[in-house]
């Protein structure tokens, strides 16, 4: 009779932590993944994005389009933990990307699916309008057209000869922001270079603004090759803090089940 109690109370106490620690936890962020859809649910006013989704579009787009400006921001913010958390957050690297309206024909793709719909203009999402695309950073065009000119003009400037000219799509395939920062710090006052001076002003970003600037990855400034961003937000793991929970949780059955032993058999 006792061993049948101590069964029943022993399954009942595990049945609760089950419901607690087991598959029904909800998704990281706090909200239902309702608002990846339907960004306007009142739910969403408290979700952020999961980081995975987050990387996997910026990796689409940048696998296929490695020379734009946003991916070679992803890429200095992956090889460089120290630089800025407000311009590495994976969102404004994605916002960076989608919300330039001269490469749409190069995102769009990838964009339309996920940041257009995540943070279009009536989002309740809190992540988008904290973390805008990086201040002052044109467009992939506009940076190839900025470099083809200058090395037009002045063909001799080292860093030319880090771009060929552009092809038929308008964009030449190569590291264009490296080009771009290294023949606006040689020469300034070119009539190129307005808005990288402007962005450099307003910005405390050394990976394109420094001319000592030396990347740990070895490079002296960027390469949009690289896929995943680095979450310079990350307070915590969210899967560890679920796996300390539930072995707290199994250590308080373990220790009633000790006590219910102890009065019933």
């Not at 020379?67 to 921001?73: A, N």
């Not at 190839?144 to 060929?164: H, N, R, W």
């Not at 896929?227 to 899967?239: I, K």
Request: overall charge negative; hydrophobic content about 35%; proline content about 8%.
């Amino acid at each position: 009779m006792r061993s049948s109690v101590f069964i029943a109370i022993a399954s009942a106490l595990i049945a609760t932590v089950a419901a607690h620690d087991g598959p029904h936890d909800p998704p990281a962020g706090g909200a239902p993944s309702v608002c990846l859809t339907t960004p306007t649910d009142a739910s969403c006013a408290s979700y952020d994005i999961p980081k995975d989704t987050l990387a996997t579009a910026i990796g689409d787009i940048c696998k296929v389009s490695s020379f734009l400006p946003g991916c070679s921001l992803n890429a200095a913010c992956s090889a460089d933990s120290a630089l800025p958390a407000t311009y590495c957050a994976p969102l404004t690297i994605l916002a960076t990307l989608c919300t330039s309206a001269d490469d749409a024909s190069l995102t769009s793709a990838v964009c339309s699916k996920t940041y257009d719909v995540y943070c279009g203009a009536s989002s309740l999402i809190p992540g988008c309008k904290a973390n805008p695309a990086f201040p002052g950073l044109p467009s992939g065009k506009l940076v190839t057209g900025a470099v083809y000119s200058i090395c037009q003009e002045m063909s001799s400037m080292k860093d030319c000869s880090i771009c060929p000219a552009p092809d038929a799509t308008g964009y030449s395939k190569c590291d264009e922001v490296k080009a771009w920062k290294g023949l606006c710090l040689d020469m300034p006052d070119m009539s190129q270079c307005p808005s990288y001076n402007t962005m450099c002003s307003n910005t405390k970003f050394d990976a394109f603004c420094s001319s000592t600037y030396v990347s740990p990855n070895g490079g002296s400034s960027t390469s949009g090759a690289q896929p995943t961003p680095t979450d310079h937000s990350d307070h915590g793991a969210p899967g560890n803090a679920a796996g300390s929970l539930a072995a707290g949780s199994l250590a308080v059955v373990a220790a009633a089940l000790a006590g219910i032993s102890a009065l019933v058999l």
